[in-house]
């Protein structure tokens, strides 16, 4: 028994560090991403990046793959997947029209305490003290480093709320299915949804890229997959109660981008609630190593 809990806590382990490491990718992402969208349609850069990232996936599968994941027994939870993805895409960036960026990102991330609560009504599982202290508090470290101020409208607000809930729900939706399927498959299967929605608008959209975006648009494709690959596998190891809260360093990841690419430099709010985030996150780690050693030596 204590050997079975043992291996439980070394994977939840692992599972975080993947997932540290996916959410860090994905801030370089979210950096280029802000680069390219200032010459370019937001759903063509999802469907060249999508595009990118399905090419790399059939290299290494073969194109049979797409017709086993379209006729497998999880199709549905797939395609719901890609549809809560393109909603989450879709809210976010019709809410940045009337948001602040401080208001739009304190109440996105409110994402990993969707994702902690889901995980107990539709995962069954058991969030320790540990979880949701780090969840709370590293929820209050990003409202200190946003600083929202001022009233806000009540529909932009709620679309960002569905972005967050949206993206909560595809990672308890790859926690669910990370056991049947590979993420190789999870991969391609989203992103061949979102080329497939995506190609619809082209014609309607499609500006020509200079070659600076297209070396842009490669290394988006590349960063893209990465982040994915690494965050698929931290779910499928860890519970997602125990990876939501360190969603949290993606945002201590943008100011730095911020500041080296922009020249942004933030006041002190953010660097004091970035120091609640990364505290909130230690917290857990050393919660996480501290019941890992305790259940090996018990």
């Not at 299967?189 to 014609?203: D, E, I, M, Q, Y």
Request: charged share 10%.
């Amino acid at each position: 028994m204590s050997s079975e809990a043992s291996h439980l806590q070394s994977r939840t382990m692992l599972g975080i560090g993947y997932a540290l490491a996916g959410f860090s990718i994905f801030s370089i992402q979210d950096a280029t991403v802000k680069w390219l969208v200032t010459s370019l349609p937001v759903w063509e850069v999802l469907f060249l990046r999508s595009i990118l990232i399905v090419i790399g996936c059939l290299a290494i599968t073969g194109p049979r793959r797409l017709v086993e994941i379209a006729t497998g027994p999880n199709r549905n939870a797939l395609l719901i997947r890609t549809a809560l993805i393109l909603t989450a895409w879709l809210a976010y960036f019709t809410a940045s029209r009337s948001l602040h960026l401080a208001e739009l990102v304190t109440i996105y991330f409110s994402t990993p305490i969707f994702a902690v609560v889901l995980s107990v009504f539709v995962l069954k599982e058991t969030v320790g003290l540990a979880r949701w202290a780090a969840t709370l508090v590293g929820f209050t470290g990003v409202v200190i480093a946003a600083s929202p101020a001022g009233a806000v409208h009540f529909v932009p607000v709620i679309l960002v709320l569905i972005a967050a809930f949206s993206w909560a729900w595809t990672n308890i939706l790859v926690r669910m299915i990370s056991s049947k399927e590979s993420s190789l498959n999870l991969m391609l299967a989203s992103n061949a949804g979102v080329v497939v929605v995506c190609v619809l608008t082209l014609p309607f959209v499609w500006v020509t890229p200079d070659l600076f975006s297209l070396l842009l648009i490669l290394m988006l494709g590349l960063v893209g997959a990465s982040g994915q690959f690494l965050l698929f596998e931290g779910y499928r190891l860890a519970p997602a109660s125990a990876v939501a809260p360190f969603e949290y360093i993606t945002l201590i990841w943008s100011f730095g981008w911020g500041f080296l690419i922009w020249g942004d430099w933030p006041p002190l709010a953010v660097f004091q609630g970035a120091g609640l985030i990364l505290a909130s996150g230690l917290c857990l780690i050393l919660a996480e190593s501290w019941k890992s050693r305790s259940l090996r030596h018990a």
